[in-house]
């Protein structure tokens, strides 16, 4: 079987708006994300060999990608955005991300449930002390008549 190799000759150039995000990696205020609509008077396409030769700036390291959250904000005001938009685009987040951390300290519990289940082949004792926590059970009374013949 022969290699095959993939090769670029061109490269394009957009700029998108910047718009208000919804997802939760940023550690604290609103999330910035780019829209599907370009500038198409801002696009261009070089010949790839040349725009990397003729590149100055070098390649950012990943924490010089990072935008504080006074940046994002200062952006998305910029882009049109107003502080209440923010502030709840902010708390929708920060719940989401709290309920992510929720999740993740319950798939600990369900792990060791498995784990005692799969070695032992029973239910650990303490299962249901910890499921307490976060679901409330209610005993019921039942009555059963029984009659003998």
Not at 15 to 44: M, R, V
Not at 66 to 89: C, D, F, P, V
Not at 95 to 106: C, E, G, I, T
Request: aromatic letters at 8%.
């Amino acid at each position: 079987m022969t290699g095959k190799t993939v090769s670029f000759s061109e490269l394009t150039i957009r700029e998108y708006a910047y718009e208000l995000g919804d997802h939760p990696c940023c550690s604290t205020g609103a999330p910035l994300t780019i829209g599907w609509q370009f500038d198409e008077s801002s696009e261009y396409t070089r010949n790839l060999e040349l725009y990397e030769f003729t590149r100055t700036e070098s390649r950012r390291a990943k924490n010089e990608l990072r935008l504080s959250m006074k940046k994002r904000s200062h952006i998305l005001l910029s882009a049109g955005y107003t502080l209440e938009q923010i502030a709840t685009a902010s708390i929708q987040v920060d719940n989401v991300r709290k309920m992510r951390a929720d999740s993740l300290k319950n798939q600990g519990l369900m792990d060791r449930t498995k784990s005692v289940l799969a070695n032992t082949g029973k239910l650990p004792k303490d299962l249901f002390s910890g499921v307490a926590n976060f679901i409330s059970v209610k005993p019921t009374k039942t009555s059963i008549a029984a009659r003998s013949a």
